[in-house]
């Protein structure tokens, strides 16, 4: 028996989020069942994201145990043909048996992505959120920076999560633009429950005027989900990477 | 009565190609069904470049004639909502009564994107045409080189098109690389039918060492088909935009 990590990166567009559920097609489910098959053992994947609805990846991390000869780092090459275009592996190796994606520490780093234009794209449609409109980048950045570092990020999580902790560590927070695409780079050491994309909503306040950076301040410390701004749509956000410390 | 011309944006995947088809949705047939829903006339639009099936667009141009009292530039805004996501108007003006969009000297830029990595991307699988392997970009840019000036691109013109001349100008072509996105982008007076999809795949020839830049004069003397690379993937092919002179 040996565990295997996944480096999976998918098109969520199609799918009901990451984690198995009763009514749609997931990605731990294509996986779960196409690991099966391939492998004839019953394969139950752990991820390290359980992403939305409608959210991107990059390099999101699944682990699983299995008696397979097949060489892990071959893995990936043999698992590819039988998923679906919009699910690809792009790593496979074995971990140590007592590696579990969500219980080591890591960093996890998400970018939101808004296309900044008057009319929008269709080529940008499944992985940016179309806004229209002046958005000041600079005011965002400065917005940004009163999260980097460890806070209680109540306010930014959306409600009934039953977590133990709200406290989170963000490490980095850039926003850049370039031509007509904003990107929003968090990294940090674990999300809330829409955690990223309250964050791109409250930003997106600061960018149009309607929030002044320093508010930011106020906004956590109230611990309250309505001092926070909205949600942003999940087709904006993709999750790019996570490093194991 | 005045004549409309629109800037047309296009993912398309899920369409037939430009040019109103038996079977099969088009982005033609779309805004003539579209235009002449909004605006209570039998709209026909005139296209300037008949992309193919799953061929995308920033800025191909449409051009029709119409009573209609909406401003012609506030037609783009009008259309929009009435248009699915993965066609969206840029911008539309009065033209004169005179204007072809086939029938007025050009330029058009189209540029064909190759994912050069080990493992193809969900999140760039309709855009680009994903290659494995080591694709040397400077032989890509020497091959394409010879093709810059007015030739006879008949070995570049897929088979049983009757056209008057297969003479054509290109006035650029450059072959970069960021990252892990190969594109080669072609401006040009007119295209044969197929032409920047078999200069694509004659150029990937070049770049994985199949073929050497030199052999390109050979290949425009020998005036035919078989003499060319084989013409790439649809997908990876977007017309960026068209310069009227």
């Known amino acids: 028996m040996k565990r295997i990590k996944l480096i999976v990166a998918y098109d969520g567009t199609n799918y009901s989020g990451w984690q198995v559920q009763p009514n749609g097609e997931t990605i731990e489910g294509v996986l779960n069942r196409t690991l099966s098959g391939l492998l004839h053992e019953e394969i139950k994947v752990t991820g390290a994201s359980r992403t939305d609805a409608g959210v991107h ?113 963000i490490y980095d927070l850039q926003v850049e633009r370039q031509g007509e695409v904003i990107t929003i780079r968090v990294t940090g050491s674990g999300f809330l429950y829409n955690m990223v994309r309250i964050i791109a909503g409250t930003l997106i306040q600061a960018g149009r005027g309607e929030l002044e950076p320093e508010e930011m301040r106020e906004i956590l410390e109230a611990r309250d989900r309505k001092a926070a701004g909205p949600t942003a749509p999940a087709h904006g956000l993709t999750m790019t990477g996570i490093d194991f410390l």
């Open 57 to 169: 990846s990059l390099g999101n991390v699944a682990v699983f145990d299995t008696d397979t000869r097949i060489p892990p780092e071959k893995i990936a090459y043999a698992l590819n043909p039988f998923l679906p275009d919009d699910i690809v592996v792009q790593d496979s190796c074995e971990v140590s048996g007592d590696f579990h994606p969500r219980h080591c520490d890591s960093r996890k780093t998400y970018e939101y992505k808004i296309l900044n234009r008057t009319f929008p794209l269709p080529t940008r449609r499944l992985d940016t959120y179309f806004l229209y409109g002046k958005l000041d980048v600079e005011r965002m950045q400065a917005a940004g920076d009163y999260l980097v570092g460890i806070h209680d990020f109540k306010s930014f999580c959306s409600a009934n999560t039953a977590v133990e902790t709200t406290v989170r560590r």
